[in-house]
């Protein structure tokens, strides 16, 4: 009884575990396209002001 409550919380907290990983990678991909998209968009910018000679 005890053993199988013990796995019960252990479980438990593995899922808890797997779970904060796998919202800190989508977090990690998420701010990682943020940087890249703002970058994409700063390139975009300076080349449209080079265009446009201002």
């Known amino acids: ?3 199988m409550m013990m ?3 252990g ?3 593995a899922t808890r575990r797997v779970q904060q990983q796998q919202q ?3 977090l990690r991909k998420a701010v990682g ?4 998209t703002s970058g ?3 390139i975009v910018a300076q080349a ?4 446009l000679g201002a």
């Open 48 to 51: 449209l002001q080079h265009a």
């Open 7 to 9: 796995s019960t919380i």
């Open 33 to 36: 396209f943020a940087i890249v």
């Open 1 to 3: 009884m005890i053993q």
């Open 24 to 26: 800190a990678l989508m």
């Open 40 to 42: 994409l968009a700063v």
């Open 11 to 13: 479980g438990s907290a």
